[in-house]
């Protein structure tokens, strides 16, 4: 599905433009064209490569997907490969966006929906006037709502790291074991595209971009790179806070398994005594051997008893039981 928005040299906006229009908007460099594509197919690919002129190298990455975060300089424009983020049912989604900045246009290739896109074709809409024909402003509201969408994803995954402290610190069990990891995970993942994604901006800031991006855009692209390193910052934080839990679960597990050590060790000490003593006397005669007495069996029950009591009340005290 193809949408096609231009911002006209009049200052006027027209939206669902047709595609067959778009090279002769293209000629026009007083047109600022922005092109979305969802879902592409071969011949939406095609017809990129026909009114476009994109590098064949660059449409292959288009096709195949998967591509790691990065920027790619061409002889009329730049090819960006982002990834949006968003956390459902305590499950990270990266969606991949694909980029194309030129003089006078935008082209943007995802598949399936993006709030991102919804929300820069709105502010772009309303905001036009601060960059004017530019691609600058375009290529800077997709990137700030991209990198802004992080962050409540990230109090997300802080909560959900104090449910799991909690949970530590009440009774661990595997299923506390399998959130750490899966929050190990998804923090992994994260930090896998915003880190690229940083090197995206730098060479942004670094290389010459007077072909393509207004001088004006740099103040902008800054503001986002510090973002990608407060992000960046917090991620590092997150992932210590995680190790700490760990290491605590570890610790959890470790002292609780010595407690029942601790419980079975005194138990069998109290249990070993009288069946030291049975073992001894035998308990299979009329009268107990060397007591030569009528009340040696229930005077051997009643030592057991005894000797039995004390441990317990010495393994009691010492909080062995």
């Not at 997907?65 to 989604?93: I, S, T």
């Not at 896109?117 to 960059?131: I, N, P």
């Not at 997150?238 to 050590?261: E, F, G």
Request: proline share 5%; aromatic share 10%.
């Amino acid at each position: 599905m193809i949408d096609i928005t231009l911002h006209a040299a009049d200052g006027s906006f027209q939206e669902q433009v047709p595609p067959e229009q778009v090279g002769d908007l293209l000629r026009t460099p007083q047109h600022m064209l922005w092109l979305d594509l969802a879902d592409p197919a071969d011949q939406d690919i095609g017809f990129l490569r026909q009114q476009f002129g994109f590098h064949e190298l660059a449409l292959e990455d288009v096709r195949r997907g998967h591509q790691r975060p990065k920027v790619e300089e061409y002889e009329d424009h730049y090819f960006l490969v982002l990834y949006a983020a968003r956390y459902e049912d305590h499950e990270l989604r990266l969606s991949e966006i694909e980029v194309f900045v030129g003089p006078n246009y935008v082209v943007t290739v995802h598949r399936g929906p993006l709030l991102e896109l919804g929300e820069t074709k709105e502010r772009w809409l309303r905001d036009h006037s601060q960059f004017g024909q530019e691609p600058g402003w375009l290529v800077y509201s997709l990137l700030d709502a991209i990198v802004d969408r992080c962050f409540p994803i990230l109090d997300q995954l802080s909560d959900e790291m104090d449910d799991i402290e909690v949970a530590i610190f009440g009774r661990p069990d595997q299923s506390v074991l399998r959130r750490l990891f899966a929050q190990r995970r998804e923090l992994l993942a994260l930090r896998r595209v915003v880190a690229p994604e940083r090197d995206v901006l730098n060479v942004l800031l670094r290389g010459d971009l007077s072909n393509v991006l207004d001088d004006r855009s740099r103040p902008y692209l800054q503001d986002i790179y510090d973002h990608l390193n407060r992000l960046l910052d917090s991620i590092d934080l997150q992932r210590d806070l995680l190790s700490n839990a760990l290491d605590a679960y570890l610790s959890v597990v470790s002292n609780s398994l010595n407690m029942v050590m601790r419980r079975l060790t005194a138990l069998t000490v109290i249990i070993m005594v009288p069946t030291l003593i049975a073992g001894v006397y035998g308990m299979n005669f009329r009268f107990m051997p060397e007591l030569e007495w009528p009340v040696g069996y229930f005077g051997a029950l009643g030592l057991m008893g005894t000797v039995a009591a004390l441990l317990a009340l010495v393994f009691w005290r010492s909080r062995w039981l």
